[in-house]
Nanobody, 125 residues
């Protein structure tokens, strides 16, 4: 079993930045694909960014390209999401997720076996 705990969310003005962290425990996530999803009120949960086990491939949803950066530190069993130039439409609960099969970055949330509890990000205009 893998437990994921996110942190770093909060309230920020438009144009600001936040860095989310996801710390894993229970076992190493070094062989997992890791991802960040988000869910806004009344909307489906969607993939924001993903990173393969060695960090060699990173996926970003179109609206996040150039603004968000996903990274990982396998030695610390931690994944990060640096979010810059935040917009009000980025307001959502952000979830960390782990795909133990680690084959590329799968975009459907059903592919991810482990989830964190989520951290709220609110961007004011």
């Amino acid at each position: 079993q893998v437990q994921l705990v996110e942190s770093g969310g909060g309230l920020v003005q438009a144009g600001g930045s936040l860095r989310l962290s996801c710390v894993a425990s229970g076992r190493t996530i070094s062989t997992f694909t890791m991802a960040w999803f988000r869910q806004a009120p009344g909307k489906q949960r969607v993939l924001v960014a993903g990173i393969t086990r060695g960090g060699g491939y990173r996926y970003y949803a179109d609206s996040m390209k150039g603004r968000f950066t996903i990274s990982r530190d396998n030695a610390k069993n931690t994944v990060y999401l640096q979010m810059n130039s935040l917009k009000p439409e980025d307001t959502a609960v952000y979830y960390c997720a782990a795909d133990r099969y680690g084959v590329g970055v799968r975009t459907g949330d059903g592919a991810y076996e482990y989830w964190g509890q989520g951290t709220q990000v609110t961007v004011s205009s």
